[in-house]
């Protein structure tokens, strides 16, 4: 609904710019309850004469710089200052998505105002930036106080807009125009041709947050983008961490929580280097959806915040030669659920047309293959180290999920969630493990969970207990507990993928954080293999 939305606020050139008068653009803005509300500027700030604001992220600062990351504890430390959205009158926190379509890409920036001219400029001529796209704008408020009698958090104001025509494959500029003000120009690559033959790039993390160890991160992968064009992100779950703010949680004075939302401005700020230049995809964890783990969001600002297809916790999407499928880990996904007859349905028919898409990508937040000690493998019930309610088990996740990514031929389940590096080998069923990458019928299962948060090195409260048993799991071909990093996926053909995980502040992958996957060219499921074989012997006998 959003997208058709913004589909309908795209024009095809400056000339033909709608001005929006601001009687019908103050209709585009979510109100919040009551009447102080103003569509000019952030609250705070009609009329007001202030320097200008003035916010870095330091992203060529080493270790030692940022506040108490302990290496050998595997401790992330402190967040680094957060961002104050009200003061940001420039268009920021830049994110782009893709929605399905090769054609298209969506936007979305946030500034502290909101004019008639809200709009971004693109096109594939850096001078000529003949297409234009108007945006809706929405703003939010979080915890009422009611001694206060004010809200403790006003958002900015979050603009969304849609490009469409865009050429399939080829390298396109924008330029956003908002608040009063202008980005720089802005260079991105379009999604590849459904089917094209064009090599695929994606950098994949999990479990990030705006620790300093995030800022190294992402620098990493500011570096990597300096040395080859990557068309996306896939981001596995647990964004921000606005839930545990320098590790704790606001109270009010009836004890209950609530996620600190500058925390999320931060992210956005932090990440917009990497996500303003290609498509930033992402599937929410358990510290966006979780009532107790994500604070009362409850998945509502993950939602107001990030453009998703579908619904936006589950859904697809195709990059050239490669199909991707977001599952989210906190529903069920069994037979009777909405989420599982969907899955269901999307698998199929991309299995109707694995001449198009060869590799067939699913990514979600918890794994079901896990060697760490920490959170277990996922069966839909949470373990004794989560700490809020007992809530009732969500379905499918162990007698069902599985099963579905063996049918329908998956070649690699990204995850996060454990923070760790874990690649696995193809496996099914647990034991059923194939250990060579080489021609692969089952599916490689890689967890990221390594991205910015404090590692699972330790079992929790000991700081002494290795995560890890010293008994390997048959299933496990690398893992590691006591690295930051991020990894990458390089689809070079319909036959071949390479995956590599960069540790935080190394230049090139460690050896063995390299896999080279390969699988049959056109090679079907296995169990549309055996079905076409139970086919033709049966026609045999019959004749």
Not at 106 to 120: D, L, P, R, S, Y
Not at 163 to 177: A, K, V
Not at 468 to 495: D, I, K, M, Q
Request: proline letters at 4%; one cysteine or more.
């Amino acid at each position: 609904m959003r997208l058709a939305l913004l589909l309908l606020l795209v024009t095809v050139n400056c000339e033909l710019d709608i001005k929006l008068p601001a009687d019908i653009l103050s209709d585009l803005v979510e109100r919040p309850e009551g009447n102080s509300f103003s569509y000019n500027l952030a609250e705070g700030e009609v009329g007001e004469e202030e320097e200008e604001y003035e916010y870095e992220i330091n992203y060529d600062w080493k270790i030692d710089q940022f506040q108490e990351i302990n290496s050998t504890l595997g401790k992330c430390g402190k967040e680094i200052p957060q961002l104050d959205v009200s003061k940001m009158k420039a268009p920021h926190q830049i994110r782009l998505s893709y929605t399905g379509k090769a054609t298209e890409m969506a936007i979305t920036w946030t500034t502290n105002g909101v004019t008639e001219h809200e709009q971004v400029n693109y096109g594939p001529v850096e001078t000529d930036l003949n297409y234009t796209s108007t945006s809706i704008s929405h703003q939010y408020k979080w915890r009422y106080d009611q001694e206060a009698g004010d809200w403790y958090y006003t958002s900015g104001f979050i603009h969304e807009a849609l490009m469409i025509n865009l050429i399939p494959g080829m390298i396109h500029y924008y330029q956003i125009e908002s608040n009063g003000m202008k980005s720089d120009i802005i260079k991105f690559v379009a999604a590849p041709a459904e089917g094209s033959n064009t090599p695929v790039s994606f950098l994949h993390v999990g479990d990030v947050g705006t620790f300093g160890t995030s800022v190294m991160v992402t620098n990493d992968m500011m570096k990597r983008m300096k040395e080859k064009q990557f068309h996306g992100m896939i981001h596995c779950g647990d964004i921000s961490y606005a839930n545990k703010y320098d590790g704790e949680r606001p109270e009010d004075k009836n004890n209950k929580t609530f996620a600190e939302q500058k925390v999320w401005d931060t992210w956005g700020q932090m990440v917009e280097p990497v996500g303003s230049k290609m498509a930033y995809m992402a599937v929410p964890g358990n510290h966006e959806l979780d009532i107790w783990d994500s604070t009362n969001e409850n998945g509502t600002i993950y939602a107001k915040r990030f453009i998703m297809p579908g619904n936006e916790r589950y859904f697809s999407f195709s990059v050239g030669m490669v199909h991707f499928v977001a599952v989210s880990t906190d529903e069920s996904i069994d037979a009777e659920s909405t989420q599982g007859q969907w899955f269901k349905n999307v698998l199929t028919e991309v299995n109707k047309n694995r001449d198009k898409w060869p590799w067939l990508v699913v990514f979600q937040h918890r794994p079901i293959y896990n060697s760490n000690k920490i959170h277990g493998n996922w069966t839909g019930k949470n373990t004794p180290q989560y700490s809020g309610p007992d809530l009732p088990p969500f379905k499918g996740w162990k007698e069902h999920y599985e099963s579905l990514l063996v049918e329908h031929g998956v070649d690699i389940v990204l995850n996060g969630h454990v923070h760790h590096y874990e690649r696995t080998w193809p496996v099914r069923n647990r034991d059923e493990t194939v250990k060579s990458y080489k021609n692969v019928k089952y599916p490689v299962h890689i967890t990221c969970g390594h991205g910015g948060q404090s590692l699972y090195k330790f079992v929790p409260k000991t700081d002494k207990e290795d995560s890890y048993n010293e008994t390997l799991p048959l299933f496990v071909a690398a893992r590691s507990n006591s690295l930051w990093g991020h990894c990458e996926l390089e689809f070079y053909n319909r036959t071949t993928v390479k995956h590599a995980m960069y540790v935080m502040g190394e230049d090139t992958p460690r050896e063995e954080h390299v896999a080279v996957i390969t699988k049959s060219s056109g090679a079907l499921p296995v169990s549309l293999f055996n079905f076409y074989l139970i086919v033709i012997a049966t026609s045999f006998v019959l004749i």
